[in-house]
C-alpha cells in the first residue's frame, strides 16, 4: 500500500507528463505511466490527478496571484505540476492540513527540482498560506 507521500509523488509525475502531453489522454498518460511500472500508479494518484486538472483554471488563478515576478504560462511546468497538487490539497482535501500539503510540495520540489525552484515554490505556497491564515 503506497503512502500519502507516494500517491503525490505518483499524481505530481502524472502531472507532468500531462502538461507535455496535452494532446494525450490522461488514460493514455496512465497507461503508458504503468508499463514503465517505475511507480506505483494507484486510483488514489490517478483521482489527485484528475482532480487538479478539473479545477486547474481556479488554482491557476491562485498561483497567479502569489507569482508576483512571473505569470502562470512563464512557470516551468515541473513548478506548476507541483503547485497545482499542493494548492489543490490546500484548497479541496480536507483530510489534508495546508502545512502538510506544502511541506509535500517542498519535499517533492528537492527531489526534481533546482534549488531556485524551491524557493520559488516555497515562496509562492507560504504567501498563499499567510493570506489563508489571515483571511480565516
Do not use: C, Q, W
Not at 50 to 69: C, G, H, Q, R, T
Not at 99 to 111: C, G, P, Q, R
Request: glycine residues 2%; without cysteine.
Amino acid at each position: 500500500m503506497p503512502t500519502r507521500h507516494e500517491i503525490r509523488e505518483a499524481a505530481f509525475v502524472l502531472s507532468f507528463e500531462k502538461l507535455f502531453r496535452e494532446e494525450d489522454s490522461f488514460d493514455e498518460i496512465f497507461d503508458t505511466a504503468e508499463s514503465v511500472d517505475e511507480f506505483p500508479i494507484t486510483d488514489s494518484a490517478k483521482k489527485l490527478v484528475l482532480n487538479v486538472f478539473e479545477k486547474a483554471e481556479e488554482i491557476d488563478a491562485v498561483i497567479a496571484k502569489y507569482s508576483e515576478k512571473r505569470s502562470v504560462e512563464r512557470i516551468p511546468k515541473l513548478n506548476l505540476a507541483i503547485l497545482r497538487i499542493a494548492i489543490y490539497e490546500a484548497l479541496y482535501d480536507d483530510k489534508v492540513p495546508v502545512n502538510v500539503a506544502i511541506s509535500e510540495a517542498v519535499l517533492i520540489a528537492k527531489a526534481y527540482a533546482v534549488d531556485t525552484d524551491v524557493s520559488f515554490i516555497n515562496g509562492v505556497l507560504g504567501a498563499f498560506s499567510r493570506n489563508l491564515t489571515e483571511n480565516a
